[in-house]
Every structure is written in structure tokens, then in C-alpha cells.
T-cell receptor, first 113, second 115 residues
Framework: DSGVTQTPKHLITATGQRVTLRCSPR?????VYWYQQSLDQGLQFLIQ???????AKGNILERFSAQQFPDLHSELNLSSLELGDSALYFC????????????FGSGTRLTVV | AQTVTQSQPEMSVQEAETVTLSCTYD???????LFWYKQPPSRQMILVIR??????QNATENRFSVNFQKAAKSFSLKISDSQLGDAAMYFC????????????FGQGTRLTINP
């Protein structure tokens, strides 16, 4: 157990639907990062939150949004889902300070049918 | 923008032998971090080793070591005494010191261990 908890582990949904992925960071970590891992795009950075505020955006589609709550857990919302959104979505957390590494959750496998 | 390239989509090695995975990157920054992550079939991303760019000494973690060539922007991973449990996808990743501090990943190398 890495300390970063992602739910659900698997999700199957239809095109056009909306889903919410949840991430609880490791205790004490203020930063949360979301990554998408697909077969053709590899691991892509989506978005970062730090202590409730958005810090950086990567290749995140407008149909996707995220937030970090006061208890530091984060949610990634994916709407108007398309077949191409099928991927493994990782959350990672990190302590403040440049020397600290990331701790990854086990990911949510999203399948859009 | 920073990029990371892993030119070996697949590698294989005999158990107990040594294998080296290649990684090159492109950046205009002088200070940064480089990482190797392992992703076994369980899909969990596991940190293997980390290198700070300002350190000339190559990082080592048990059977895992790196050859960091800053001028050449090369960061290879050497696995000694390969074990069956080393079979996985290996990702090289870059992180800048300032700014978003996001990880930029290479496309990965699938390592197979032959018994």
C-alpha cells in the first residue's frame, strides 16, 4: 500500500456519460497530480493541485475538470465520455519541497464502451 | 518544453545477467531531477531510482544503478543480476525544479526476463 488511495479501481461506462474518479493523497502530502496513461499517448500529465488550489495544467481536455477539497482529497471529473478516453488514470501525491518524490496510487482503469 | 525519449520499446535479458535501458532527454534547465519508474503487471508505478542533476555521482540502489551523462543528456538504467521479478515496463521521467514540478515520462521500455 503506497498510502495514496484511488477509487474505484475499475469503471466501465458508456459514451456520453460522466464519471468521477477519487484520490486520497498520502498523509501530509499537499500536492496532488493526475496523470492519464493510454496505449498510444503513454503517461500524460493532466493537472496539479496544491492545498486546494490549481497549480498547473497539462494536456487536460475541456471536458475534464478536477478539484481538491479541504481534506486534501481530489476528484477528477470526466464528462461527455468518448471511446478514446479509455485509459488508466493515476493520482500521485508529493510532499512540499523540491527533494521529495511522488507516490502513485494504483490507478483507476476507465473503459468507455 | 522538456521531452524524454526511450528508444528501446522492448528488451530481454537472461536471469542473473545485466541489462541496460536507455533514456535521453531534452531540457534547457541546468538543475532538475531524473527518475526511473517500474510498472509491473499490477500497474502500480514504483520508483526505482532518482538522480539530482547537480550531483555528479551516479545514483545506486542495490542492483539498480544509473549512468548519468549531463552534457549528453543521457540517463541509462543498469540492472545487475536480473531477477524474474524485474520483469515490467520501465519509464524514464524528468522533473524540473521550479514551476509545476510535473513528471514528463518517456514512452517506456518493456523488460522481459528469460529464466
Amino acid at each position: 500500500d503506497s498510502g495514496v488511495t484511488q477509487t474505484p479501481k475499475h469503471l466501465i461506462t458508456a459514451t456520453g456519460q460522466r464519471v468521477t474518479l477519487r484520490c486520497s493523497p498520502r498523509s501530509g502530502d499537499l500536492s496532488v497530480y493526475w496523470y492519464q496513461q493510454s496505449l498510444d499517448q503513454g503517461l500524460q500529465f493532466l493537472i496539479q493541485y496544491y492545498n486546494g488550489e490549481e497549480r498547473a495544467k497539462g494536456n487536460i481536455l475541456e471536458r475534464f475538470s478536477a478539484q481538491q477539497f479541504p481534506d486534501l482529497h481530489s476528484e477528477l471529473n470526466l464528462s461527455s465520455l468518448e471511446l478514446g478516453d479509455s485509459a488508466l488514470y493515476f493520482c500521485a501525491s508529493r510532499r512540499t519541497g523540491t527533494g521529495h518524490g511522488y507516490t502513485f496510487g494504483s490507478g483507476t482503469r476507465l473503459t468507455v464502451v | 518544453a522538456q521531452t524524454v525519449t526511450q528508444s528501446q520499446p522492448e528488451m530481454s535479458v537472461q536471469e542473473a545477467e545485466t541489462v541496460t535501458l536507455s533514456c535521453t532527454y531534452d531540457t534547457s534547465e541546468s538543475d532538475y531531477y531524473l527518475f526511473w519508474y517500474k510498472q509491473p503487471p499490477s500497474r502500480q508505478m514504483i520508483l526505482v531510482i532518482r538522480q539530482e542533476a547537480y550531483k555528479q555521482q551516479n545514483a545506486t540502489e542495490n542492483r539498480f544503478s544509473v549512468n548519468f551523462q549531463k552534457a549528453a543528456k543521457s540517463f541509462s538504467l543498469k540492472i545487475s543480476d536480473s531477477q524474474l521479478g524485474d520483469a515490467a515496463m520501465y519509464f524514464c521521467a524528468y522533473r524540473q525544479i521550479q514551476g509545476a514540478q510535473k513528471l514528463v515520462f518517456g514512452q517506456g521500455t518493456r523488460l522481459t526476463i528469460n529464466p
